[in-house]
């Protein structure tokens, strides 16, 4: 097999936008976010090139921590796969994540991609967390107490969090199942890190720490969208904080919500309850250290 495994280039950029487009029903994100990752000091993009030189692959790793990497938009154009090109690809990123010093690698794979799952256990990753990737447009959720077909908002409010909330928030989510199931882990942006006191802290400074009495939440509002990358609560406070995320949408005129989260049953609960739809997937991780 005449392929070559270097470091990615600008000029890569169209032909993996060609072999990318039908990734999702809606496209892909890596061409667009190509540029930027190569322009980052903190990560390492690499890709498969046949004879012509035109990449047919690419995967990238990034540094979160000092400790930490995250592996990540791996993709194989589908004239080149199940020739174990995806492999010789982790390889690379495992070196260049070991030779930055970084002691774990993690990545995320959804639990219906039986091949990828059997792929990364074979090369020895074991799975550390199971999230849930919830989606509900706004609306279609069950109405449990209504007036005429009116949804009516639930108890509680939430309302932005000040900086000082932030150590009681995290003492409450490092105690309790949620971080248990998470393996202590959190995501921004799809990239998973191990969760800090001052994560919390950086985002009641950026204004996305929401407070209500039954927790707290770290939320963001994109053109439409209302999305929930956190949640600190207790077992019996859940659902109340769901239904508060719900509210706190309507608020936003958000047409949708989306929440990234470990399947820890008192919120997985509350969710299908409350009429959120979920994709399951799976936190594996991969020791680096000799």
Do not use: C
């Amino acid at each position: 097999m005449d392929i070559r495994v270097r470091p990615g280039r600008p000029d890569d950029v169209e032909p993996i936008r060609s072999f990318t487009a039908a990734t999702f029903e809606w496209g892909d994100y890596v061409a667009d976010r190509y540029g930027d990752w190569l322009d980052d000091d903190r990560s390492f993009v690499v890709v498969a090139a046949g004879p012509d030189d035109r990449p047919v692959a690419v995967a990238r790793a990034v540094l979160v921590s000092d400790a930490e990497a995250w592996f990540h938009a791996a993709r194989v154009a589908p004239d080149w796969r199940r020739r174990g090109i995806g492999s010789m690809l982790g390889d690379h990123l495992v070196s260049w994540a070991r030779g930055r010093g970084a002691r774990i690698a993690r990545l995320l794979v959804e639990d219906w991609n039986v091949a990828a799952i059997a792929q990364v256990t074979k090369h020895g990753w074991r799975p550390v967390a199971r999230f849930a990737h919830l989606t509900q447009e706004l609306g279609s959720e069950p109405q449990p107490t209504s007036n005429g077909g009116r949804r009516v908002p639930g108890p509680e409010r939430l309302v932005p969090a000040p900086a000082a909330e932030a150590e009681p928030a995290w003492m409450v989510w490092s105690t309790s199942g949620a971080a248990a199931a998470a393996h202590q882990l959190y995501p921004v942006d799809w990239v998973f890190r191990t969760m800090r006191v001052d994560h919390v802290r950086a985002a009641a400074t950026r204004h996305e720490l929401w407070q209500a009495p039954s927790g707290w939440v770290i939320g963001t509002s994109a053109e439409d969208r209302w999305h929930i990358s956190w949640i600190a609560t207790t077992e019996v406070d859940a659902r109340r904080l769901v239904r508060a995320v719900i509210d706190r949408a309507t608020d936003l005129d958000a047409q949708r919500i989306t929440m990234l989260l470990p399947r820890w049953e008192p919120l997985m609960d509350a969710a299908a309850e409350l009429g959120f739809a979920a994709t399951p997937s799976t936190v594996y991780a991969l020791g680096l250290t000799e």
